[in-house]
């Protein structure tokens, strides 16, 4: 007999395709903040950012079989879907507009929410160190398109600088990072 | 019609979800007919899942709309594997939920399957709960440890009377193991707290009376502390948090792991 909390995670996506409830329970146990948090981080709103969360649940309820062990965690599976969600969601026009609104009067409780897990409090650490390293130019282009959800062409828009760049300092900081994370030993990033 | 080049450049704006639709789907055709490119994505995407890892709190009854949402089963029977049951009650989350193999494997959509899984998540709650919220009071000065040797904690473990103490975090984790003695001289056996950057340290509380004791600080990377419980009042559990170096007088966020004495 196994304890839920030693089952695998493909092994749990595997009885969510058997309709199990109590193995997406678990998956939401395990990885729905980090869901919820991107999705908050990007959209800065707590109700969309529950949409988005159930989104992507009801998503891997329905269809689990995206899921492939093969090409990734699924932490990176389910972080890819909330943020593609939270993108989608905030270049609507008036999500946008209600964005602008809010980063006005952003907060410092806005800012990233550590876990509770040591885990991830590690990797935040790293994470924050790798990003901090970079290039303020590489690093200024990489937040703005992931967190604040903009496309390359805004974001080259946005810095004054041409889209045949941003795409470079994206793509050059994107290596960089991974670099330090594999050498900071971080699991995931390394395969 | 996107060449490799052009979509290979392409990949890490992709993998941030920071291009248009219609680049987006001259990708997706490229990435279909190529296994270089779509290794290369996974690897990016693996760093923009990285960065995005932050935790949230969860919102309470946000579990509950998803499973409220689950959509009823398709009605054919599947083979028989692998499920999740629950034995015992919310209160023994840690061993209730086991994996067994039914003889037929039955449909989930019953509010008896829907209860046990809001069951489940409560349970998971109530533990964060009493990890987090019953730990929240210190009264002491902070100290570092003292160091001590594996030989020392060996010994302990020889002591008549000793108590091992497994701490774990909410995912039932062991991440450090301590044995106390009955002279009150507590320490750390083994450790697998990952570690921490220098702006930060591991404390270690112990929790008397339901208030939160502060026992020392065990450092960026534990390993062979000391330490010694006074007084008549022995804690009914030790937890572990993350601090800024120096420590703190209350615990500034939730136990990492916790363990009962």
Known sequence: MEQIGEVSDAQLVTAVARYSEVALAEVYRRHGGAVYGLARRVLNSASEAEDVTQEVFLRLWNQPDRFDPGRGTLRSFLLAQSHARAVDAIRSLNARKAREAKDARRTASAEYDMSHEAWDLALADKVSGALADLPQDERRAIELAYFDGRTYVEVAALLDTPEGTVKSRIRNGMRRMRAALVEAGVQGVDA | ?261
């Open chain 2, 1 to 261: 019609m996107m060449t490799h080049q052009q979509a290979s450049e392409l990949l890490a704006v992709f993998a941030l979800d920071a291009v248009d639709s219609d680049e987006q789907e001259l990708i997706e055709a490229h990435l279909a007919e190529c296994p270089r490119c779509r290794a290369e994505l996974d690897a990016h995407r693996d760093v923009a899942a990285a960065l995005g890892n932050s935790v949230g709190q969860l919102p309470e009854g946000l579990w509950s709309s998803i499973a409220s949402r689950l959509p009823p089963r398709p009605a054919e029977e599947p083979p028989p594997m692998p499920t999740l049951v629950r034995e015992g009650s919310a209160h023994e989350e840690r061993t209730a939920t086991r994996f067994h193999t039914p003889r037929t494997a039955p449909r989930r959509t019953s509010r008896g399957r829907l209860l046990s899984v809001a069951s489940l998540a409560v349970a998971a709650a109530a533990v964060a709960a009493v990890l987090g919220v019953n730990l929240v009071h210190a009264n002491n000065q902070i100290s570092s440890l003292h160091n001590a040797s594996p030989a020392s904690a060996v010994a302990a473990l020889k002591v008549p009377g000793h108590k091992v103490v497994d701490v774990e975090s909410a995912r039932h984790v062991e991440l450090a193991q301590f044995v106390l003695v009955p002279s009150g001289q507590g320490y750390l056996v083994t450790s697998k707290l990952p570690t921490l950057s220098s702006a930060k340290t591991y404390q270690l509380w112990g929790v008397i009376n339901g208030r939160a004791i502060s026992l020392g600080l065990l450092g960026q990377d534990p390993h062979g502390a000391a330490f010694t419980l006074g007084g008549s009042s022995h804690p009914s559990k030790l937890g572990i948090t993350v601090e800024p170096a120096g420590g703190s007088v209350v615990p500034t966020g939730s136990m990492l792991a916790a363990g009962t004495v």
